[in-house]
């Protein structure tokens, strides 16, 4: 498997120090805005549902076993944090897909790449009918690991399993929108992330901590959106986009 984890991560925060480039700000403003709304929904919720779980963990455990809890307690809460930023997360970029469609569009343009006209109705069509395409990956997936996380023995793994999967997922969500302005399948961006599966995953990753840190949660979406579209732009090159990006990052590929 090729790839750099940490040059994954790098290109996060390429996004996330252009998120005020004055070329970009417009197209920031309304994915930031409902990041806000619904991390901070997601944040009151998730402590909520966090403080009822340890309740019922307490009350489940009998007295001799009460020892197990603070072996249990780390798990349970990683497990609950990785499961609620996941849902949110997947609910969030469905309904800010068409605003994250033109802040991709927008960064490929001021790179050189030229990319169709297309009118808001179509652009809001066709970005939605590409999350329900992913819907159709992601869930079978999900209900398959809310499986493994109820399995005793095996859901001592689930953290580890939530966070590994939830990183690819991640990237997966987010590179999708660069290859989406060109038209190109959902099978090829997954073929194509298989041959950088470390870079994605690093990238992944760090956007799946950070989505776990209140405030700092708020500009991931919008900075993710940028940093995977420059990490398509740079590692996951079309062969037939005669843009100056790609043929930049084809180069840079090439001479690894």
Excluded: C
């Amino acid at each position: 498997m090729r790839g750099n984890p940490w040059a994954g991560m790098m290109f996060f925060w390429h996004g996330l120090s252009r998120l005020g480039e004055p070329g970009l700000r417009r197209y920031v403003a309304l994915p930031l805005l409902l990041n806000v709304l619904i991390m901070s929904l997601a944040s009151w919720w998730g402590i909520s549902t966090l403080h009822e779980q340890m309740g019922a963990l307490v009350e489940w455990l009998p007295g001799w076993l009460s020892w197990l809890y603070w072996l249990l307690l780390p798990l349970t809460v990683i497990t609950l944090l990785l499961l609620l930023m996941y849902f949110f997360s997947t609910v969030l970029i469905i309904l800010a897909s068409p605003f994250n469609g033109l802040l991709s569009e927008q960064v490929e343009r001021s790179s050189g790449v030229m990319l169709p006209e297309e009118s808001i109705p179509a652009l809001i069509r066709r970005t939605l009918g590409r999350e329900m395409t992913k819907l159709g990956y992601l869930l079978p997936r999900y209900l398959l690991l809310l499986v493994l996380s109820v399995i005793p023995g095996i859901n001592l793994a689930a953290p580890f399993l939530w966070f590994w999967f939830g990183s690819w997922v991640v990237a997966l969500q987010y590179i999708d929108y660069s290859f989406d302005n060109h038209g190109r399948s959902f099978a090829e961006v997954r073929q194509a992330m298989g041959q950088e599966r470390f870079t994605v995953l690093g990238f992944g990753a760090l956007v799946a901590l950070l989505m776990t840190v209140p405030v700092l949660n708020w500009f991931v979406m919008p900075a993710a959106v940028i940093g995977a579209t420059l990490l398509r732009q740079q590692r996951l090159p079309l062969a037939d986009v005669t843009g100056k990006a790609d043929v930049i990052g084809y180069a840079e590929r090439v001479s690894e």
